[in-house]
């Protein structure tokens, strides 16, 4: 089975600082992983995957992530904050099981910017 | 805007009723997925569906069940409702089912058992 931990539910940051969301996974096969973001009132939006192939991953908005095998960690982070980061994000890995699909999610990390 | 659609936006009903969301999946997207979000047990995988059949299931009740039409939409139906079925629920959509296809996620129904 597989997991995924979230450290810090809260992470605050000051406009224009280094963001970082850190996530550490478990899984029993190769992992594909994920990073969501999950803006008030909406649906979460897919930020970047790793499924192959290169481990620095870039994504939408500026954040990139990197898939660290020896340390079992897909970090998020983004070299300078906006206000408009603030938001709800998730890491995720998928389920070891073939054609079938089963997210697992972390607990989430609320990202507050202050000005 | 994900594609991805989502009836009724906010359910309020009672203990011991019974409700059904609905979700439209992104056009040419063959897999649904259906989610619940709770403060208190976060984000739970409950079902996949897969061009109409059940793929995958995950920590749904017994009470819950859902189907997937020959159209693609989804419903998922709630039944006996409890207080502590409150939470929001998420339908989400992608082309096939397999490990590496991205979901994309309805803004979701928010259901409230009083």
């Known amino acids: 089975a597989q997991s995924v931990t979230q450290l810090g539910s809260h992470v605050s940051v000051s406009e224009g600082a280094l963001v970082l969301l850190r996530c550490n996974y478990s899984?029993?096969?190769?992992?594909?992983l994920f990073w969501y973001v999950q803006y008030p009132n909406q649906g979460l939006q897919l930020l970047l995957k790793?499924?192959?192939?290169?481990?620095l991953v870039k994504g939408i908005n500026g954040f990139e992530a990197e898939f660290k095998k020896s340390e079992t960690s897909f970090h998020l982070t983004k070299p300078s904050a906006h206000m408009s980061d603030a938001a709800e994000y998730f890491c995720?890995?998928?389920?070891?099981?073939?054609?079938?699909?089963?997210?697992?999610f972390g607990s989430g990390t609320q990202l507050t910017v202050l000005p | 805007d994900s594609g991805v659609t989502q009836t009724p936006k906010h359910l309020i009903t009672a203990t011991g009723q019974r409700v059904t969301l609905r979700c439209s999946p992104r056009?040419?997207?063959?897999?649904v997925y259906w989610y619940q979000q709770s403060l208190d047990q976060g984000l739970q995988f409950l079902i996949q569906?897969?061009?109409?059949?059940?793929?995958a299931k995950g920590n749904i009740l017994e009470r819950f069940s859902a189907q997937q039409f020959p159209d693609l939409h989804s419903e998922l139906n709630l039944s006996s409702l409890e207080l502590g079925d409150s939470a929001l629920y998420f339908c989400?959509?992608?082309?096939?089912?397999?490990?590496?296809?991205?979901?994309?996620f309805g803004n979701g129904t928010r259901l409230t058992v009083t």
């Open positions: 790793y499924t192959t192939g290169a481990t």
């Open positions: 569906y897969y061009n109409g059949e059940e793929r």
């Open positions: 989400a959509s992608s082309v096939v089912g397999e490990r590496n296809s991205p979901l994309h």
């Open positions: 056009s040419g997207d063959l897999s």
């Open positions: 995720a890995v998928t389920d070891s099981s073939g054609s079938a699909r089963q997210l697992t």
């Open positions: 899984s029993s096969v190769p992992p594909y």
